[in-house]
């Protein structure tokens, strides 16, 4: 039997008073891919900003564990040194900041945080070049600064690559697919594919099946009104693809 | 360069105002009051010429005439200026040798950063060490003297090189041009003195770094640099000042005569005290900047990053008088808290095919007020006058206030003055996204910061950009979160 790495029980958050998420319970063992999937407006994308602590969301009940541990009172920052990851739906411009000088500071933080030594300038350019190649990503991209004027497809490879360099223990993918064509698709898929491992999670929040495809779940969990209604195999993906969101809502 | 980076990331969390100590120097301080037997005491003090006196006093009288300029976007409280004291200096102000020097001053300058010890100075750079209104000590200045240059404080220059100041003191910022210059030349204390022969390149970096040590005193430093035909320098200013709970008054007046063909590059990194959180205390930073391009493709370009100062009104500027000049302005103003900034620059074009470009960021935090005012005058006879301005604003949180105010007179028909302004947010959005890679806040905001002021640190020569760098977050601290 796995370890269990997130577990969330009777999670429930609002935002400007108004509640989204309405007793949320899920368990992710290590080496699992979830999807999640669910309609818009089911509370998606607030999950992930609840797990990653993203400020102007309040938690009125529940708790979510890592490894254990409650986070819901650690700042952002301290859940990602932990290895809490997400790739942005909508990833922001940092004009300026070149993407080599934010990776150096996000990668030296973590090591920081590990009591690690940083790495020599040499080092650091050796390890970026390597987790480029693993996802296809431009080398040239990272002299440009964070997002900006990258296209729709640049910046979600971008998320990628970020998860590459920093090899999180639990990635949550929110709507990573959103936007891209078949081949951004692709090749976005192939990176999560290869730091798939029996020590890695990730939550592959979705609205279609068509990313599923590439990265094939171990479980399938369908999202509605801020409650998981259905929880099943990888087949759930394909029954929603055929018959749409309509039934669940019927249902619940 | 990117090393350095994290080294300023790592080493500036924490601090608030890191140069707020005070010093236990033997000084000698005048009593508090401006009259003329004050000036006449400070000339006498300092030995000068009877030229020099008659230039103090009819300064004087001139600034009696006048009124603080009142047209700044900024609250000024009042300022008695009989309650300021118009000479303080370590005793013994001149040293043969280093042994000869205050231990208390050379630990001031260690703890400042600032090695006086020429063994131990890095990458050659010179010192010119100021503290209240006495030079202390300037290093290097055998190097630089082989080469013909003459790197001094003023007083030393006024003795030594009667005719070079007198040909060029005031020849550029006239002692009626505004109150605070009257005032600056009624009482200059000390300052630095720069003249580079023709055709010589100076082989380092000039520095003067000013230091305000005695409480209720004023700080009024005059700096002169001649660059003569086909010559290079490159110079740089560093500034601080003790925490304390009163206001202190700091007008400076800088002239710079660049003639032909030569290039100054003058740049500074103004971290005068800034007051408390709640605005209680800081400096008022009353400067006069100005430089003549004088002769035919001379170049003069101001690098500045100001952080510091409770009130700076400050404005360097070029006027573009030999054909085929061109200057420069980069600046980085960052106010926080209820700091005040009303600064900018002018470009007067009057000679044919002049180039101007000004790069303004200011950055607000706090509770402060930041504006740019600029003037771009293009001259009746300045054909083909060429001018591009950018000027942005970056705001941190909503209490704060950033404004532009860009002035342009274009009297000749073939100049071409452009001028574009952007006003952006760090947004909450940005700094979510550096938390979430494991950045903390405070290291965010120093990204995004340096980030934005980016094109205005690369002007800065190395070591002071990343001192600058460090500067910028340090003054950010807490203003978001």
């Known amino acids: ?252 | 360069m990117a090393k350095k980076d994290d080294d300023i990331l790592k080493k500036v969390t924490g601090s608030e105002y890191e140069f707020g100590f005070v010093s236990d120097i033997n000084e000698e301080i005048f009593p508090p009051g401006l009259n003329e037997d004050i000036i006449r005491k400070i000339s006498e003090k300092k030995n000068e010429p009877e030229w020099m006196l008659d230039f103090r006093l009819k300064a004087y009288r001139k600034w009696k005439s006048m009124g603080m300029p009142d047209w700044a976007h900024l609250r000024i409280p009042e300022i008695n200026y009989q309650a300021i004291s118009y000479f303080a200096a370590p005793k013994k102000p001149k040293y043969n040798s280093l042994d000869e020097v205050d231990p208390e001053i050379l630990e001031t300058f260690n703890k400042l950063g600032i090695p006086l010890e020429e063994q131990l100075v890095l990458a050659g750079v010179a010192v010119d060490a100021i503290v209240d209104s006495s030079s202390v000590k300037t290093t290097f200045k055998e190097t630089l003297s082989n080469l013909g240059i003459i790197f001094c404080s003023i007083s030393e220059a006024i003795q030594d090189h009667p005719d070079l100041v007198k040909k060029y003191l005031a020849s550029v910022v006239p002692v009626g041009d505004n109150y605070f210059a009257a005032l600056n030349s009624a009482v200059f204390s000390d300052g630095s003195f720069v003249y580079i022969p023709k055709g010589v390149r100076c082989p380092m970096e000039l520095s003067s770094y000013f230091r305000i040590n005695a409480a209720n005193t004023g700080q009024f430093e005059r700096t002169l640099i001649i660059a003569d035909e086909g010559s290079f320098v490159s110079y740089l200013e560093g500034c601080t000042a003790p925490q304390r709970d009163e206001t202190q008054l700091h007008a400076a007046v800088v002239e710079i005569i660049v003639h032909k063909d030569a290039e100054v590059k003058y740049s500074t990194v103004q971290n005068w005290y800034p007051g408390d959180k709640d605005g209680k205390g800081g400096i008022f930073n009353f400067v006069t900047k100005r430089g003549i391009c004088e002769g035919e493709n001379s170049k003069l370009t101001w690098a500045q990053v100001e952080t510091g100062s409770a009130i700076t009104w400050k404005y360097p500027s070029t006027i573009l008088k030999g054909d085929n000049s061109i200057s420069e302005f980069y600046s980085v103003a960052v106010t926080n808290n209820h700091q005040q900034a009303d600064t900018g620059t002018k470009m007067i074009h009057i000679g044919k095919n002049t180039k101007s470009r000004i790069v303004s960021k200011g950055i607000s935090a706090g509770y402060s007020e930041n504006s740019y005012r600029g003037l771009v005058k293009v001259m009746k006879g300045a054909e083909n006058a060429r001018n591009y301005s950018q000027c942005d604003s970056l705001l941190m949180g909503d209490k704060c206030g950033a404004h532009t105010f860009p002035y342009m007179e274009v009297e000749n028909k073939t100049g071409v003055v452009e001028h574009e302004a952007t006003t952006s947010k760090v947004s909450e959005e940005q700094i979510f996204y550096c938390n979430q890679r494991g950045i903390s806040t405070e290291d965010a905001v120093g990204l995004i910061v340096n980030g934005y002021a980016k094109e205005v640190i690369k002007q800065l020569p190395m070591e002071f950009a990343v001192e600058a760098q460090k500067l910028l977050q340090i003054t950010l601290e807490g203003s978001v979160g």
């Open chain 1, 1 to 252: 039997m796995s370890n269990k790495m997130l577990e969330i029980k009777n999670l429930h958050a609002e935002i400007n008073g108004k509640e989204i998420l309405k007793g949320i319970d899920l368990t992710v063992n290590e080496g699992e891919v979830h999807a999640i999937m669910g309609p818009n407006g089911s509370g998606k994308s607030t999950l992930a900003a609840v797990i990653t602590g993203k400020p102007g969301y309040e938690v009125t009940k529940g708790e979510i564990l890592f490894y254990g541990k409650n986070i819901l009172e650690l700042p952002a920052e301290e859940r990602a040194l932990m290895g809490i990851f997400l790739s942005f739906q909508y990833p922001v411009e940092i004009p300026g900041v070149t993407m080599m000088n934010f990776l150096k500071a996000a990668v030296n933080a973590k090591r920081k945080y590990e009591g690690k030594e940083e790495m020599s300038a040499a080092e650091f350019l050796r390890f970026i070049r390597e987790k480029q190649k693993l996802v296809e990503m431009d080398t040239n991209l990272t002299n440009r600064a964070v997002n900006e004027g990258f296209s729709g497809g640049e910046k979600k490879k971008n998320e990628i690559f970020q998860m590459a360099v920093l090899k999180p223990k639990l990635s949550i993918l929110d709507e990573t697919d959103s936007g891209l064509d078949i081949d951004a698709l692709r090749v976005v898929a192939n990176g999560v594919n290869k730091l798939r491992s029996p020590e890695r999670s990730f939550i592959v929040i979705t609205h279609y099946q068509r990313l599923l495809d590439y990265i094939v779940p171990d479980i399938v969990h369908i999202l509605y009104k801020g409650k998981i209604v259905k929880t099943a195999g990888k087949e759930l993906a394909l029954e929603l693809e055929e018959k749409g969101y309509g039934w669940i809502k019927e249902q619940f």
